[in-house]
């Protein structure tokens, strides 16, 4: 397992952006990020393999949100862009090994969360 501490949340009117940041205590081989809206089940919203081997964005991101990591740092980033209310969530961090990279399961460390809170 590795720490992972979020930064970046904060809040933004509808059409704007935020780039999150997840620093990691050390190497693990896939991170993603995830994010639960009051009364929503916790949905994964993108997720990297660090050491290369590709990218995945769910649905809700694809085509605003990318997915970033820099080795050097340990960091993971997601810049967001054209938000809008529906990405209202608490965003958290996740560290795993692999598996569905999508999937919870995969992941064995988590964040404390970031809030990121998009207005009309």
């Known amino acids: 397992q590795v720490h992972l501490m979020e930064s970046g949340g904060g809040s933004v009117q509808a059409g704007g952006s935020l780039r999150l940041s997840c620093k990691a205590s050390g190497y693990t081989p896939v991170m993603a990020w995830f994010r639960q809206a009051p009364g929503k089940q916790r949905e994964g919203v993108a997720a990297?393999?660090?050491?290369?081997?590709?990218?995945w964005l769910g649905d809700s991101a694809k085509g605003r949100f990318t997915i970033s990591h820099d080795n050097a740092k340990n960091t993971l980033y997601l810049q967001m862009n054209r938000l809008n209310v529906e990405d209202t969530a608490m965003y958290y961090c996740?560290?795993?090994?692999?598996?569905?990279?999508?999937?919870?399961?995969?992941?064995?460390?988590w964040g404390q969360g970031t809030q990121v809170t998009v207005s009309s």
């Open positions: 990297a393999y660090t050491r290369g081997g590709g990218t």
């Open positions: 996740a560290a795993g090994s692999g598996g569905s990279i999508m999937s919870e399961v995969s992941y064995n460390s």
